[in-house]
């Protein structure tokens, strides 16, 4: 299979369009900085940053509004609730990034480029931007907030929190591009997790005493895969969500596997707080019964697409002619096939601070570490 044309990458970019709405309900303000790395799950500008005059049809985002959906992220909302300041990406050279930095860019894998060429996968994009790589423009940005002895440093990271991922959902959407099958990508999830394992502790290195960890979203939810995957066998789907249950089945493996880690790695670093963020139960709940959690239009079907059963066609994806946007964004799960609307990023935002759906809640963290 062959790179995808500067037109497909730009549709992907066009998808990352705005609006807004209510925060999270704000807690004690105890970080003096968040750091966050990952995808478009988490990107902030960084992509449209990094390939500014590269790709046709770039849009134009005000800051700090480059993000793929309707408005804010889970990162925005974490970042609101503890009194930091949104993250600023850090493509943008000369910020200051004393209260933290976003290094997430779309379409990141946790895994580097030379694995995919290794393997012969090329529906990768050729973007550089793996784990690997924002941990490297992390070390970039420490250079400029850490002027004074390393000791102090580290003290500065003890009191930040650290976002790391969501990471893994691109690793494994390339494979499928790539044609490989359920079980020859199930065979990445070990690779994958190890990559994630180790950035953890290289933040730990550094001073990091607070780290959330997501996990995977359901692949098989998601407008694309459901348009690029159809199948005609009816046991394919999940009856209860109307989910495919191959692709999801790779994101509980996923989630299954870096659990497993995260506590074998909690139990090797006892002084720190490795918090698992679940991304894929509260959409599955949001498939199953949309309307208990406000969603109308249901959790399939994108609100800005071009049409088709889950209104998701690539030759008109949300920002090319031909797609249109709904009137009621927030009564979607999905905004644009691929990415999710400000509504679920803000209910699952609060998710994680207060339970249940982050082990332990950041909020229960944030507490036991204000009473030692």
Not at 4 to 26: D, I, N, Q, R
Not at 183 to 204: F, I, N, S, Y
Request: overall charge neutral; glycine content about 8%; hydrophobic content about 40%.
């Amino acid at each position: 299979m062959g790179r995808p044309s500067s037109a497909v990458v730009a549709v992907l970019v066009l998808c990352c369009l705005l609006s807004g709405a209510a925060s999270a309900e704000p807690l004690p303000q105890y970080y003096n900085a968040i750091f966050s790395f990952g995808d478009s799950f988490s990107d902030t500008g960084n992509f449209v940053i990094i390939n500014s005059g590269k790709l046709p049809n770039m849009p134009k985002f005000p800051p700090p509004y480059a993000r793929c959906s309707n408005g804010r992220l889970v990162i925005d909302f974490l970042a609101e609730a503890f009194g930091v300041p949104l993250l600023p990406p850090s493509a943008n050279k000369g910020t200051n990034f004393s209260q933290g930095a976003n290094f997430a860019v779309m379409g990141a894998t946790a895994l580097d480029l030379k694995y995919f060429r290794d393997n012969n996968v090329w529906s990768i994009p050729p973007f550089n931007t793996s784990l690997g790589v924002q941990l490297g423009w992390f070390d970039e940005v420490k250079q400029t907030i850490c002027t004074t002895t390393p000791a102090e440093c580290r003290a500065f990271f003890s009191k930040s929190l650290f976002v790391f991922g969501e990471f893994g959902g691109n690793d494994y959407s390339f494979a499928w591009k790539a044609d490989w099958s359920l079980e020859k990508v199930k065979t990445m999830v070990p690779a994958v997790v190890a990559a994630l394992v180790r950035g953890v502790e290289r933040l730990l290195r550094e001073g990091a005493r607070h780290v959330v960890v997501p996990g995977n979203l359901p692949a098989g939810c998601i407008p694309i895969t459901l348009t690029m995957y159809p199948s005609e066998d009816r046991s394919d789907y999940d009856p209860r969500t109307g989910c495919l249950k191959k692709y999801n089945s790779v994101a509980l493996y996923h989630n299954a596997v870096l659990r497993v880690a995260l506590d074998r790695l909690q139990r090797s670093h006892p002084e720190a707080r490795i918090v698992y963020a679940d991304y894929y139960t509260p959409y599955i709940q949001f498939a199953r019964t949309p309307h208990l959690y406000g969603y109308k239009r249901g959790a399939l079907r994108a609100c800005c697409g071009g049409g088709g059963p889950y209104n998701y066609n690539m030759s008109a994806s949300c920002g090319l002619p031909g797609a249109t946007t709904c009137d009621d964004p927030d009564a979607h799960v999905s905004w644009d096939g691929i990415h999710l609307t400000e509504a679920p990023y803000r209910f699952i935002a609060n998710t994680w601070l207060k339970g249940p759906y982050a082990h332990p809640p950041l909020a229960t963290v944030v507490l036991q570490d204000m009473v030692d």
